[in-house]
């Protein structure tokens, strides 16, 4: 109860709006649950549901368990001439693709801002099509998940999608204290829309875990006190900003070509030009695991270098699959990303 009354009260001047804590919030075990409570709430057999690639890959699992069919439209790398660095803004959709994804037969969109796996935020023209796109259609709830809603580096903003005109009707925005309090383990997260919507995710909600955490929730709607009286969010940003130029730069200096992601704690990094051995990157515990190029890397970086990633096409889906990258974290401590740095020196002298 507190917990919801927090978040309207929250939630209510970010999307300009007062919120009904009781029909327009709902709490979940996660952001994870709330995704696939949406999703069964919302679509089932015959219908489709966008999802933009590379996207996290808990949506898909969501969307095969709902029976409802997968439309892929994959974000395209183009690099801007002369810019001095890589960044994750150059991951674009091509808008024509994304509109003939958008039919009658569409009943959710997926969108991720600041985005996992790449850290792009979406800028406000590139949201704005994407709500032009969708308000012909009254029957599409666009998923806004916004987890890192806190984590946007360089004084790039981000823009909540519920803001965008005629929106709120149209939109779940999704988010969690697993990545604002780092306590992803509490699984307490939620969902802010208009009360139909919300009402819809309720009765998946009741099937599913029925109910959270009480004490959790507690905590976390005190949490979310403190942290604004506090300026605890300013804080945050900072602490991952500098980890994010710590990781940055021990990625670049091996060579590794990363995109600076503008949000999120993950840095995309290419490895396209790593050549390992026959033997290297091959052993599996369990034999099950693809034996593409991504995935040989990580498992190298992670026996021989030490440092674990994950493959970029477990982001995708086969239509569009790419193994050119892989997908680092730097949610972790200084020392650890200081450790990190020590040990991708290395990286070339163990090809
Ligand atoms: N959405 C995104 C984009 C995520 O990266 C994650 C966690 N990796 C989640 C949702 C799940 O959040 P939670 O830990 O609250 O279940």
Redesign the pocket.
């Known amino acids: 109860m507190n917990l919801v009354r927090k978040l309207a009260e929250f939630y209510g001047p970010k999307l300009g709006r007062t919120i009904d804590p009781m029909t327009e919030v709902i709490t979940?075990?996660?952001?994870?649950?709330?995704?696939y409570a949406l999703v069964t709430a919302l679509a089932g057999p015959g219908d489709e549901v966008v999802l933009i690639e590379p996207f996290?890959d808990?949506y898909i699992g969501s969307v095969i368990m709902s029976g409802a069919t997968p439309v892929h439209v994959p974000l395209h790398y183009r690099r801007q001439p002369g810019a001095k660095e890589r960044s994750s803004s150059e991951f674009v959709l091509d808008e024509e693709q994304f509109r003939a994804a958008i039919t009658e037969r569409t009943k959710v969109v997926m969108l991720?801002t600041p985005?996992?796996?790449t850290g792009k935020v979406f800028s406000r023209k590139e949201l704005e099509f994407i709500a032009d796109c969708v308000r012909p259609f009254k029957n599409i709830t666009v998923v806004s998940?916004e987890?890192?809603e806190w984590l946007t580096y360089d004084g790039i903003e981000h823009v909540r999608f519920a803001t965008l005109p005629g929106m709120w009707d149209q939109t779940l925005t999704?988010?969690?204290?697993?990545?604002t309090f780092s306590v992803?383990?509490w699984?307490?997260?939620w969902v802010v829309g208009p009360a139909p919507r919300v009402q819809a995710i309720a009765r998946a909600h009741q099937f599913i875990v029925f109910s959270i955490s009480t004490p959790f929730q507690e905590a976390v709607a005190t949490a979310l006190t403190e942290a604004e009286n506090i300026g605890y969010f300013a804080t945050l940003r900072d602490s991952y900003q500098n980890k994010r130029n710590l990781l940055f730069s021990s990625l670049d200096e091996a060579g590794l070509n990363p995109v600076k992601p503008e949000g999120?704690f993950?840095i995309v990094a290419d490895v396209s030009h790593i050549k390992l051995k026959d033997h290297q990157g091959r052993t599996t515990l369990t034999g099950l695991c693809p034996d593409e190029h991504d995935w040989r890397v990580c498992r190298w970086l992670t026996t021989d270098v030490g440092i674990a990633a994950i493959p970029i096409s477990s982001f995708y889906s086969e239509e569009h699959k790419t193994t050119n990258l892989v997908r680092f974290a730097f949610c972790k401590t200084d020392d650890v990303l200081e450790a990190a740095r020590d040990r991708l020196k290395t990286l070339n002298e163990k090809l």
Do not use: H
């Open positions: 979940t075990a996660g952001a994870t649950e709330a995704l996290f808990i991720c985005q996992n796996p998940d987890v890192y999704v988010s969690s204290a697993g990545k992803t383990g699984k307490v997260g999120s993950f």
